[in-house]
């Protein structure tokens, strides 16, 4: 699995983690939510237990999990938010494989709104835009210049990183991103 600390302006500190669907990894994401600071984690494949017939990523105190699977589905993505940052999960957006949530503008000192994305594309996905369609179809311009997405799409490209060789799930990638201006 893979962990990245990132900063959003300067008083929120996220993390990104996949957890390659490991419940170990999966069950380390507390720790590294407090060991890091963190006030929010993007998790992708991430691993799940079933409880009678819904499956449910880990909770950890201080957290609220977000998550929009249908009632038999596994959820692949995962965002956990502080019980202190106020905001709402985008329902009519989020799937099974992608989850994104608006933070209230109270919580900015500069009062901007953030959408916040959680993105898992698995390898056999061979066309990785379809599981995106939604968020550009029903975010305004404005949301999406204040998108945070952080992702596993298991494609390659040498635009995010130079050791790379470009496929062609990264050139469907490249050319979306470029559309809509990320």
Excluded at 149 to 160: E, Q, V
Aim: proline share 4%.
């Amino acid at each position: 699995s893979t962990i990245t600390i990132f900063f959003m302006e300067s008083f929120y500190k996220g993390v990104q983690l996949n957890c390659d669907n490991s419940a170990a990894a999966t069950s380390l994401l507390g720790k590294i939510l407090i060991s890091s600071k963190s006030h929010i984690c993007f998790a992708q494949d991430i691993y799940c237990t079933k409880i009678g017939e819904v499956y449910s990523p880990p909770t950890f105190p201080g957290f609220k999990v977000f998550v929009a699977a249908k009632r038999s589905e596994i959820p692949k993505v995962a965002l956990y938010i502080s019980d202190n940052i106020k905001g709402t999960l985008i329902s009519q957006t989020s799937n099974s494989h992608c989850v994104l949530f608006k933070l209230s503008s109270d919580n900015s000192v500069s009062n901007s709104e953030y959408i916040l994305c959680s993105i898992y594309s698995p390898p056999s996905d061979s066309t990785p835009s379809l599981k995106l369609q939604g968020l550009f179809s029903n975010l305004s311009s404005n949301e999406l210049s204040n998108l945070i997405m952080c992702g596993d799409f298991n494609s390659h490209s040498s635009t995010w990183a130079t050791l790379s060789n470009t496929d062609s799930k990264g050139e469907e990638l490249e050319e979306l991103f470029l559309q809509n201006n990320l």
